[in-house]
């Protein structure tokens, strides 16, 4: 089946270690996309890729990396620089244009 | 980035129709009104999106305003399966924003047995 992976579902970390969440897909989308959504909120934009090896800041990317070097993967890096980063984080991949976001399921983040 | 509002909840029984309601008043024309939904722990989920004109799928209706100022998802007869949180969202596929979907706090539809 088509999709996307998030893994893992579940991370925990200690402060000042950089993390790194893993996401691939298998649709051939070429865009891609990563929110972050903390309780109660709606998800909030930490950056996209519209092709390989390009990428864009969202609303939020400080404290964040990616890389886009395959279609498949855009993985993302959260470094001790971000201040808060025990969230919920989703994955995403679309063709491009006006087509729907296919989601995956996530990964929670817990840092203490 | 133009903004939606919601209302924070609604419940419905289950079979019943349901019509959760979103006011986008500064609608540019280049943006599509898309709807997700998304339960507990999980990734949001595309329900229907379309422009000017009423939208149909298998999954729910989506009836837009004349002036494209408010519009209405409507579940025909919803099931247990439909509790969750309903985000309605202006999608600008003219301008620079691509990709940029902002998501509000959504409506959480709650729905009785």
């Known amino acids: 089946d088509g999709g996307i992976t998030q893994s893992p579902k579940y991370l925990f970390r200690k402060e000042g270690q950089n993390v790194t969440l893993s996401c691939e897909q298998n649709?051939?989308?070429?865009?891609m996309y990563w929110y972050r959504q903390d309780p109660g909120q709606g998800l909030r934009l930490i950056y996209y890729?519209?092709?390989?090896?390009?990428?864009q800041k969202g609303d939020i990317a400080e404290g964040y990396s990616v890389s886009r070097e395959k279609k498949e993967s855009f993985p993302l890096t959260v470094t001790s620089a971000q201040k808060n980063p025990t969230a919920f984080y989703l994955c995403?991949?679309?063709?491009?244009?006006?087509?729907?976001?296919?989601f995956g399921n996530g990964t929670r983040l817990t840092v203490t | 980035d133009a903004k939606t509002t919601q209302p924070n909840s609604m419940e419905s029984n289950e079979e019943e129709p349901v019509h959760l309601p979103c006011n986008h008043s500064?609608?540019?024309?280049?943006?599509?009104i898309h709807w997700y939904r998304q339960l507990p722990s999980q990734g949001p989920e595309y329900v229907i999106h379309?422009?000017?004109s009423n939208v149909n799928n298998r999954m729910a209706s989506l009836a837009i305003a004349e002036d494209r100022k408010s519009s209405t998802l409507i579940l025909h007869r919803a099931t247990l399966r439909d509790a969750a949180v309903y985000y309605c969202?202006?999608?600008?596929?003219?301008?620079?924003?691509?990709?940029?979907?902002?998501f509000g706090q959504g409506t959480i539809l709650t729905v009785h047995p």
């Open positions: 379309g422009l000017t």
């Open positions: 969202i202006l999608r600008d596929v003219g301008g620079t924003s691509y990709g940029k979907l902002t």
């Open positions: 649709l051939n989308h070429d865009a």
């Open positions: 890729s519209q092709i390989v090896n390009d990428f």
């Open positions: 500064t609608i540019s024309g280049t943006d599509y």
């Open positions: 995403a991949s679309s063709v491009a244009g006006n087509s729907p976001l296919h």
